[in-house]
């Protein structure tokens, strides 16, 4: 799947779950908390897109291309998502429960999907994502 399909895959996604959420709880929340929660999807959003990126573009190189990628790819990601965590606690002064429970909640539903697309990739004889 192109990183545009994915994309739009995973922007579905993201209304189709605030539009479930927007009755059940979401509506009762504050203004900054809803802006906490909107950062957390923001953040999530651009890590599966980033992560879904890193696989596209080395799925037809080396493995150890791959893996640098993949996993090189994971711990930038990570480190992206720490600092824009910290940035918006300590710098937008958002309320850190709905951030950090839109982020988990959104970057285990786009792991899962992202797990789901690595299936998906033709492997060769070796073993290795093509």
Not at 60 to 79: I, K, N
């Amino acid at each position: 799947m192109s990183v545009g399909r994915y994309s739009i895959l995973v922007l579905g996604v993201v209304l189709a779950t605030l539009g479930l959420a927007w009755p059940l709880a979401l509506h009762r929340l504050d203004a900054p908390a809803r802006w906490a929660v909107a950062f957390g999807v923001v953040i999530a959003v651009l890590n599966t897109t980033a992560a879904h990126a890193l696989l596209r573009w080395s799925a037809g190189r080396s493995a150890s291309v791959f893996l640098q990628a993949v996993l090189g790819g994971m711990l930038g990601r990570m480190a992206l998502m720490l600092g824009a965590v910290l940035a918006g606690v300590l710098l937008l002064g958002l309320p850190r429960l709905p951030l950090a429970f839109s982020l988990l909640a959104y970057f285990v539903l786009f792991l899962c999907l992202e797990l789901a697309m690595l299936q998906r990739l033709p492997t060769t004889a070796a073993g290795v994502a093509r």
